[in-house]
């Protein structure tokens, strides 16, 4: 079982909201770990968007909107990263990271549709 | 501002080695860990691994027997090498740069590596 999963896909309307998970395995428990999030265009590297620990803890990107935040949902072991008022900017492959076992881990990625 | 910019040959044969190169601008080279991450065409990124100026290196254990890298400070430069490499080993490959007390992550444009006979 790998450690990030995420959803391969999501789709979403323009002005909407979308929430993109990202869940640890079983075995690890999502309230010890800050979660890093990451936007990707083609043919660019990732950018950062924000990280979160906690409300207490987390640290937004440099030029991200307000509508880019994060939380975590401890009953499914997840982070997640909410995206209000979709804009069509916002498509793009979205990635989780972590660090884990003294490794950085990524998730394998969702790609964000906004139709 | 800190800026890197990968450099490398493109292509490598198999069972070659591959050898890339970042240059580094804008960044105290204690002030940061350098990392490599690469991403596979249509997936997600992996990483590669990380070494410090004055530490020893972090390797990802996948690809911890075939792996080196090195930091040149009086080049403002670190570099990778992965030996016997085979097309499993065909991504674009990032070099990045991790603020030690920042924890901010700014990456290179990427190098694209194809591995092919």
């Known amino acids: 079982q790998a450690v990030l999963s995420q959803p391969s896909s999501l789709s979403a309307s323009p002005g909407a909201s979308a929430s993109l998970t990202c869940t640890l395995r079983?075995?690890?428990?999502?309230?010890?770990?800050?979660i890093h999030w990451y936007q990707q265009k083609p043919g660019s590297p990732p950018q950062f968007l924000l990280r979160?620990?906690?409300?207490?803890?987390?640290?937004?990107g440099s030029g991200v909107p307000s509508r880019f935040s994060g939380s975590k949902d401890a009953s499914a072991n997840a982070g997640i990263l909410l995206i209000s008022g979709l804009q069509s900017e916002d498509e793009g492959d979205y990635y989780c990271?972590?660090?884990?076992?003294?490794?950085?881990?990524f998730g394998g990625g969702t790609k964000l549709t906004v139709l | 501002q800190v800026h890197l910019q990968e450099s490398g040959p493109g292509l490598v044969r198999p069972s070659e080695t591959l050898s890339l190169t970042c240059a580094v601008s804008?960044?105290?080279?204690?002030?940061?860990?350098w990392a490599w991450i690469r991403q596979p065409a249509g997936k997600g990124p992996d990483w590669i691994g990380h070494?410090?100026?004055?530490?020893?290196?972090n390797y990802n254990p996948s690809l911890k027997s075939r792996l080196s890298m090195s930091v040149d400070t009086s080049k403002n430069q670190f570099s990778l090498e992965l030996t016997s490499v085979t097309a499993a080993d065909t991504a674009v490959y990032y070099c990045?740069?991790?603020?030690?007390?920042?924890?901010?992550?700014?990456w290179g444009q990427g190098a694209l590596i194809t591995v092919s006979s």
């Open positions: 990271l972590i660090w884990h076992n003294n490794a950085w881990v």
């Open positions: 079983s075995d690890i428990n999502v309230g010890t770990y800050k």
């Open positions: 979160y620990k906690s409300d207490s803890d987390n640290q937004q």
């Open positions: 804008g960044a105290s080279f204690n002030s940061y860990y």
């Open positions: 070494v410090h100026s004055s530490g020893s290196p």
């Open positions: 990045v740069a991790v603020g030690l007390l920042t924890g901010n992550w700014y």
